[in-house]
């Protein structure tokens, strides 16, 4: 069994801002990794955004 180590870095799932507001089916999910020490704060990052063809903020969810 490998030990247990405190990893600096975490997975996490960025989703679209816009998309529920837009009205048609579907979510706009991007998986990434960050730091804790470095971003303890939830994430925003601009991404593009297939089903409504445009760039746009996507915040990290819990």
Request: proline share 5%.
């Amino acid at each position: 069994m490998a030990k247990k180590t405190k990893e600096a870095r975490h997975q996490v799932i960025l989703e679209c801002t816009e998309h529920k507001s837009s009205g048609k089916p579907g979510t706009s999910r991007y998986v990434t990794t960050k730091n804790k020490k470095n971003t303890p704060d939830r994430l925003e990052i601009k991404k593009y955004n297939p089903i409504l063809r445009k760039m746009t903020i996507h915040k990290e969810i819990k």
